[in-house]
T-cell receptor, first 109, second 113 residues
Framework: GQQLNQSPQSMFIQEGEDVSMNCTSSSIFNTWLWYKQDPGEGPVLLIALYKAGELTSNGRLTAQFGITRKDSFLNISASIPSDVGIYFCAARFNNDMRFGAGTRLTVKP | EAQVTQNPRYLITVTGKKLTVTCSQNMNHEYMSWYRQDPGLGLRQIYYSMNVEVTDKGDVPEGYKVSRKEKRNFPLILESPSPNQTSLYFC????????????FGEGSRLTVL
């Protein structure tokens, strides 16, 4: 099936910096979601987007559902050490749900 | 507390020795699914279940079986494990699959020697 192309694969940033990651696909989706996985834990939902063009915030996190329905981005502002983890994008179209390979974020204090 | 519980969390086994990874959720969710996570590949769906007695294959079902006899439980069965099934496995559930919003268990790390 179609894959989600998530980039970057990894990021090393200083505490306080802003972060941006994105996900693209050659296919359209009805829903885009962003999950975070802490070390040794399962992924946890951060943000869900249901409408093309939708821009949603959750604290320091902001995500957008691309207008073409083929992409999404996640921004994290003013990063803190607990932002460390793997961020996954996911997208759904009917019964088909896909995940990106993840962006591993490291935050240096 | 709402949760998805998997057991065992860690397991080392040998090729061919049947094993079952259990998954239980206490949220009365109809939808449940299994994923495997491998480096560089993200999460790939193995099987999913829309409701009791209804299961369907995901992207990588080969070598796995599932059953859904009760709403809360969705065990993953490896009849004859092989080394390429060494992976981190996650069970997930959802109150409404159409939302795409999944609750994940903490994961089960399986090593097949």
């Amino acid at each position: 099936g179609q894959q989600l192309n998530q980039s970057p694969q990894s990021m090393f940033i200083q505490e306080g910096e802003d972060v941006s990651m994105n996900c693209t696909s050659s296919s359209i989706f009805n829903t885009w979601l962003w999950y975070k996985q802490d070390p040794g834990e399962g992924p946890v939902l951060l943000i869900a987007l249901y409408k093309a063009g939708e821009l949603t915030s959750n604290g320091r996190l902001t995500a957008q559902f691309g207008i073409t329905r083929k992409d999404s981005f996640l921004n994290i502002s003013a990063s803190i050490p607990s932002d460390v983890g793997i961020y996954f994008c996911a997208a759904r179209f009917n019964n088909d749900m896909r995940f990106g390979a993840g962006t591993r974020l490291t935050v240096k204090p | 507390e709402a949760q998805v519980t998997q057991n065992p969390r860690y397991l080392i086994t040998v090729t061919g020795k049947k094993l079952t990874v259990t998954c239980s959720q206490n949220m009365n969710h109809e939808y449940m699914s299994w994923y495997r996570q491998d480096p560089g590949l993200g999460l790939r769906q193995i099987y999913y279940s829309m409701n009791v007695e209804v299961t369907d294959k995901g992207d990588v079902p080969e070598g796995y079986k599932v059953s859904r006899k009760e709403k809360r439980n969705f065990p993953l069965i490896l009849e004859s494990p092989s080394p390429n099934q060494t992976s981190l496995y996650f069970c997930a559930s959802s109150w409404d699959y159409n939302t795409g919003e999944l609750f994940f268990g903490e994961g089960s790390r399986l090593t097949v020697l």
